[in-house]
């Protein structure tokens, strides 16, 4: 079935520096979207794309589409505890089946 | 606007046992995806419902079942529970047609003992 493989697979990162992460995929996608998600809790929506070569931000996190269709960036800037999480990748390749990405640990340290 | 809601928040059972689980979408929201989410793991496509039938299954036995109410809310049992079946169950629901994005409840901690 559809992969999404995301890298890298955990982050350890100081506090205040920036961060970045990538999703590829095995077909083309149409709607890349990105997701965080807390320990216990459901993911919630950060930034969703549509087109390719669409770059979007979200205070300090910023997203593009890439211009392939099969892969997306997310970068966070100036890093700060709360960030920490499991950011996760997402789309649907056609019709409306949606699959995840493996998911990137982001540790901030303080 | 009110979230997409879950029931219970947690759930204990034992191994044979059987589990309803339900979830409220958002109020205009007609489709609903259910994941389960094994401890550090991804998230694992379960179940998809969209206007009361069930659109699509993910690779999983026919003893998780669900149905989605004319009121779009959802239900999904796990019956024969087995111990792996220990998860957090999402559920997510969205504007099919419009954008599809989803938006993600609480989710269902389900621990089989």
């Known amino acids: 079935g559809q992969q999404l493989n995301q890298s890298p697979q955990s982050m350890f990162i100081q506090e205040g520096e920036d961060v970045s992460m990538n999703c590829t995929s095995s077909?083309?996608?149409?709607?890349w979207l990105w997701y965080k998600q807390d320990p216990g809790e459901g993911p919630v929506l950060l930034i969703a794309?549509?087109?390719?070569?669409e770059l979007t931000s979200n205070g300090r996190l910023t997203a593009q589409f890439g211009i392939t269709r099969k892969d997306s960036f997310l970068n966070i800037s100036a890093s700060i505890p709360s960030d920490v999480g499991i950011y996760f990748c997402a789309g649907p390749p056609t019709g409306n089946q949606f699959y995840f990405g493996t998911g990137t640990s982001l540790t901030v340290i303080p | 606007e009110a979230g997409v809601t879950q029931s219970p928040t947690h759930l204990i059972k034992t191994r044979g046992q059987q589990a309803t689980l339900r979830c409220s979408p958002i109020s205009g929201h007609t489709s609903v995806y259910w994941y389960q989410q094994a401890l550090g793991l991804g998230l694992q496509f379960l179940l998809w419902?969209?206007?009361?039938?069930?659109?699509n299954r993910g690779n999983f036995p026919p003893r998780f079942s669900g149905r989605q109410f004319p009121n779009y809310s959802s239900e999904l049992n796990v019956n024969a529970l087995e111990l792996e079946d220990s998860a957090l169950y999402l559920c997510?629901?969205?504007?099919?047609?419009?954008?599809?994005?989803?938006?993600f409840g609480p989710g269902t901690r389900l621990t089989v003992l």
């Open positions: 794309l549509y087109k390719a070569g």
């Open positions: 997510a629901s969205t504007i099919l047609r419009v954008r599809g994005e989803q938006f």
């Open positions: 419902y969209d206007e009361g039938e069930e659109r």
């Open positions: 077909s083309i996608f149409n709607t």
